[in-house]
């Protein structure tokens, strides 16, 4: 199952593969710097918030990467977890 986290990881090992910050990458996909700050990785409450599908396809678009690719990145990130 992908969690919250696993997602989250994968487009920090994106960023990091692209050897980028996460603020770069979301610059680069077209999108404003803070978009993966950690701290908008939840709301004020605490609920998670995950990345529209549109804000990951920017960044597979901007890595050259299918989603297949993405959903690899994100097994492994979730094997870690």
Same mark, same amino acid.
């Given at each position: 199952?992908? /969690?919250?986290? $696993?997602?989250?990881?994968?487009? !920090?090992? &994106? @960023?990091?593969?692209?050897? &980028? =910050?996460? =603020? +770069?990458?979301?610059?680069?996909?077209?999108?404003? @710097? #803070? #978009? *993966?700050?950690? %701290?908008?990785?939840? !709301? @004020?409450?605490?609920? =998670? +918030?995950?990345?529209? *599908? %549109? $804000?990951?396809?920017? &960044?597979?678009? /901007? %890595?050259?990467? %299918?989603? /297949?690719? *993405?959903?690899?990145?994100? !097994?492994?990130? +979730?094997?870690r977890e």
């Amino acid at each position: 199952m992908i /969690t919250h986290n $696993t997602i989250w990881m994968a487009i !920090d090992r &994106v @960023a990091q593969e692209q050897n &980028v =910050s996460a =603020s +770069r990458l979301a610059i680069n996909s077209g999108l404003n @710097a #803070t #978009t *993966f700050n950690k %701290s908008k990785r939840c !709301d @004020a409450y605490g609920k =998670s +918030r995950y990345p529209s *599908f %549109s $804000t990951i396809a920017k &960044v597979l678009n /901007t %890595s050259h990467m %299918s989603m /297949t690719e *993405f959903g690899q990145i994100c !097994d492994k990130c +979730r094997e870690r977890e």
